[in-house]
């Protein structure tokens, strides 16, 4: 997969809205998560699109999502938010030996760990900070249709492990996901591709370089 360039662009942060954040970033180009890794056991694929940004010291990531079923039962951080309707973004600062995954629910509910792909030495943050992050929800409901986005505003003190200044010129490491694993119909996708006989997201080897201009 090619490397994802994330343009920089002033976005006003003043109030957390996810129509009036929607139109700001409505000039960005959208990306899908079009990749079913695990087609045999769970074929589904709900639409699933994302667009990203970022102002150097906050990254902007918009995902669209259209699924037969919405699900939002945890609304505690660092609950099992992979459970309900759940989009995730995992961001790598060191080529992948140590990954940050950031996991929303359609609420905005969100669990936040940093480590290694051992799960032992991996470490959950503090629900005040993962409340840092700004979570704008929309959920639509037609002739049975079933639509949601959320747009996310994550400060780069959320990546308290790693000393960053600036985002502009970084080259990271990372891959986007949407997930339902207690949904009717659980589904498992992702943007770059993923090899593995099993659903799992936490495999950095597989994520794609993505450059903040």
């Known amino acids: 997969m090619s490397k994802l360039s994330v343009p920089q662009m002033a976005v006003d942060r003043t109030v957390v809205n996810y129509h009036r954040l929607q139109m700001q970033l409505a000039s960005l180009p959208w990306y899908s998560l079009a990749q ?8 589904y694929r709900p639409l699933v699109n994302f667009q990203i940004a970022h102002d150097n010291q906050h990254i902007f990531i918009h995902f669209s999502v259209e699924e037969k079923f919405v699900k939002a039962q945890h609304v505690r951080s660092n609950e099992a938010v992979y459970e309900d309707s ?9 080529a992948g030996a140590h990954y940050y995954n950031l996991e929303f629910n359609v609420l905005g509910t969100g669990l936040i ?4 792909t051992i799960r032992a030495e991996r470490t959950r943050l503090s629900a005040e900070r993962i409340e840092e992050v700004a979570v704008a929800t929309t959920v639509t409901s037609q002739a049975g249709a079933k639509s949601w986005g959320s747009i996310w505003t994550i400060p780069i003190a959320v990546f308290e492990y790693t000393a960053i200044a600036s985002l502009q010129g970084l080259s990271v490491h990372g891959n986007f996901y949407k ?13 770059a591709a993923i090899e593995s006989p099993k659903p799992n997201f936490h495999l950095p080897e597989f994520f794609a370089e993505i450059g903040f201009e």
């Not at 079913?36 to 074929?43: A, E, I, L």
């Not at 759940?86 to 060191?94: M, Q, T, W």
């Not at 760990?113 to 290694?116: D, F, L, P, Q």
């Open 179 to 191: 997930c339902g694993d207690t949904l009717p119909e659980p589904h498992f996708l992702s943007w």
């Open 36 to 43: 079913v890794n695990w087609p045999n056991d769970y074929p």
């Open 113 to 116: 760990a940093y480590g290694s």
């Open 86 to 94: 759940c989009v995730e973004f995992f961001i790598s600062f060191d």
